[in-house]
């Protein structure tokens, strides 16, 4: 009888991070050092419009799903409410099983205008995973069904005509948790607690004619405490990252509008030592328990500077992301954006398309993935969005009534 016990630790990662596979087999094993953290789920785009522009939303339009890119854009936000509901189905090329389910709204306060509370809900399932020894069936096996899921409320306030910044604490639950029957070992469910902190500023500058805006933001994500899944042995960081971004949006005819967007990625961990970076096992050891027992707030400014290969990693670090987004009467939208990242890094890199349809009530979005090695079973992500507008919804019930 054979031992075949599953990690569920390990198989989340590689459910979630498994392009590194494919992009190693294009670079030096020694070149190939991706950012290793806990709860991978959390940097999963959740909806359809973003997504549609290749994973950028920092300064884009304010919309009801600006919790995960820039929740400060909610103080600019037109509506006074809005709710989104988006589903994802992961790895379809793969399994059947596994999604990524966000609900997301926000409510303008008072009647200034000047401020927001905002909140969401996601939730990731691993579908159905078998552990054990032997054959399926035999006494030792078992079925688990892994999940994570994150909760988190924010606010936003405008701090000037054209600036705002806004605040979210997040709790994260991650249950990877199972039991070997055989060998008595175990992994638990972790538990974090994460902080977001983000600015928006937009502006309306004249071009010839024509008025356009154009607005930068920023988004500080996941600064929180690490998860254990192995009651305190090993511990690993959130996945804390810095989103950088900047759109300009711009008439092109009556009705008309094309938005041009760029986003940066970095993230704010540090890198996890290698045997190989280390000229004795003891300094590899002595550098791993520094990484294992280092706080969050230090990891944050270790990640600039503590790559193997120098300044050139730590570019290598950044992921680009670039998109544009044409809408018709605000009504229509097509949508496209290609995202790159090193192949030392991961090498996910693909093109996206979506497009969307919005009634005075309802707006409906979807996105396509298309990614650049044929291999990646990210290639042919689909993902969907449907959101409530309240304002339109007060609306409708106000014409009805009349």
Not at 86 to 92: D, E, F, G, H, I
Request: aromatic share 14%; charged share 20%.
């Amino acid at each position: 009888m054979s031992r075949k016990i599953i990690s569920t630790i390990f198989l989340l990662s590689v459910l979630v991070n498994i392009l590194p596979a494919n992009a190693q087999n294009d670079i030096k094993e020694a070149d190939f050092n991706p950012v290793n953290t806990g709860v991978t789920t959390l940097s999963i785009t959740p909806d359809a419009r973003g997504s549609g522009m290749g994973n950028l939303g920092a300064a884009t339009d304010p919309d009801v799903n600006a919790q995960f890119w820039n929740p400060s854009k909610y103080a600019f936000a037109y509506s006074k409410a809005a709710v989104a509901i988006s589903y994802t189905p992961w790895l379809r090329k793969i399994v059947n099983d596994i999604f990524l389910a966000d609900i997301t709204g926000y409510y303008k306060l008072g009647d200034s205008d000047l401020q927001a509370l905002s909140a969401s809900f996601r939730y990731f399932s691993l579908g159905e995973v078998t552990t054990g020894y032997g054959d399926v069936g035999l006494e030792g096996v078992q079925t688990i069904h892994p999940y994570e899921f994150a909760f988190d409320v924010g606010y936003s306030r405008k701090l000037s005509e054209k600036f705002s910044m806004g605040v979210v604490m997040r709790y994260i639950l991650s249950d990877l948790s199972f039991e070997d029957t055989y060998s008595g070992e175990t992994n638990t469910a972790a538990s974090a607690f994460s902080a977001d902190i983000s600015g928006y500023f937009v502006t309306y500058p004249m071009v010839g004619r024509s008025e356009c805006q154009f607005a930068w933001g920023f988004d500080i994500s996941n600064i929180g405490t690490k998860v254990s899944y192995d009651h305190g042995e090993n511990y690993y960081f959130l996945p804390t990252n810095l989103r950088l971004g900047a759109n300009f949006m711009f008439p092109i005819a009556d009705y008309n509008t094309l938005s041009l967007g760029l986003d940066l990625n970095k993230l704010l961990v540090p890198t996890m030592p290698r045997e190989k970076d280390y000229d004795s096992y003891e300094q590899y050891i002595e550098a791993k328990e520094k990484w294992n027992t280092m706080s969050p707030i230090t990891g944050i400014f270790k990640s600039f500077s503590d790559a193997p290969g120098g300044f050139k990693e730590e570019m290598e670090e950044i992921s680009v992301s670039v998109g544009a987004e044409y809408a018709y009467n605000q009504q229509f939208f097509g949508r496209l954006g290609y995202n790159y990242e090193a192949a030392s890094k991961g090498g996910r890199s693909y093109f996206t398309f979506g497009a969307g349809f919005s009634l005075n009530v309802v707006r409906l979005d979807a996105s396509y993935m298309l990614a650049t090695a044929q291999s990646s079973p990210l290639d042919q992500t689909l993902r969907f969005t449907l959101t409530f507008d309240f304002d339109g919804l007060k609306e409708l019930i106000g014409k009805k009534r009349r």
